[in-house]
């Protein structure tokens, strides 16, 4: 739709989510690569919705090979859950859960060698070793550095969908304004802890995006980024 009316040029970031096929996958990639005939800058982030640990894979066969050998070497970023990270660097399933910081680190950087050069992996849903159960962190690598980011965690009645395109859009488009991994690791976790914070309040199933819409634009809270190495 961009194409005919002209303003694909214009375009800095491309996200994909949820693939439903190898075949909207291949589309996808067709057009990060139309995009970026046009502007070589554009940056492609790929979140590579397979699973997660409760629900184990749930999307059709042949997508976990399909992000692992044909979607990340057009990525500049990635954003994996814990989970998904195991299923991509080749670990075993539950290796990372609780594990020390530096085995989630050393798995991401094998993801950052199959992408493109001088991006960056987020990892979400991260398990820290010796942590509560009342915090959940992510943690950020690129080629130089590691960082990590912890906030509390939120029970819901019932789990809102949609958390993980909401991590991968805050992040993206965070780290295509500033082109800082740390920066936008910080502004991803303090949006998406309003939205969280509202959505908990609420008791919703669905994430109160709209009705957050005053705090994703200014965060009362932040949290703080540490770094890894």
Not at 22 to 47: E, N
Not at 140 to 154: C, K, S, T, Y
Not at 189 to 201: C, D, I, M, N
Request: proline share 5%.
């Amino acid at each position: 739709g961009l194409v005919p009316r002209g303003v694909h040029s214009d375009c800095d970031l491309v996200l994909t989510g949820y693939l439903g096929s190898i075949g909207v996958g291949q589309v996808a990639l067709r057009t990060v690569a139309q995009l970026r005939d046009a502007k070589v800058t554009v940056l492609y982030c790929c979140d590579p919705v397979i699973g997660d640990r409760d629900g184990g894979v749930y999307v059709a066969d042949g997508l976990t090979a399909f992000f692992r050998d044909v979607a990340l070497p057009a990525a500049n970023i990635l954003t994996p859950n814990q989970f998904e990270l195991e299923l991509l660097a080749g670990c075993s399933t539950g290796a990372l859960d609780g594990a020390p910081l530096a085995d989630t680190v050393a798995a991401a950087r094998v993801l950052l060698e199959r992408i493109q050069p001088g991006g960056c992996v987020l990892v979400t849903s991260v398990v820290v070793q010796g942590a509560g159960v009342d915090h959940t962190a992510m943690v950020a690598v690129d080629a130089r550095d590691a960082w990590i980011v912890e906030a509390p965690r939120f029970v819901f009645t019932l789990p809102p969908h949609g958390a993980g395109d909401l991590v991968a859009a805050l992040f993206a488009a965070r780290y295509a304004q500033s082109g800082l991994v740390s920066d936008a690791l910080e502004d991803c976790a303090a949006r998406l802890h309003a939205v969280f914070a509202e959505t908990a309040k609420r008791d919703s199933a669905e994430l109160e995006i709209i009705a957050a819409r005053a705090m994703i634009t200014s965060p009362m809270m932040r949290f703080e980024v540490r770094p890894l190495n």
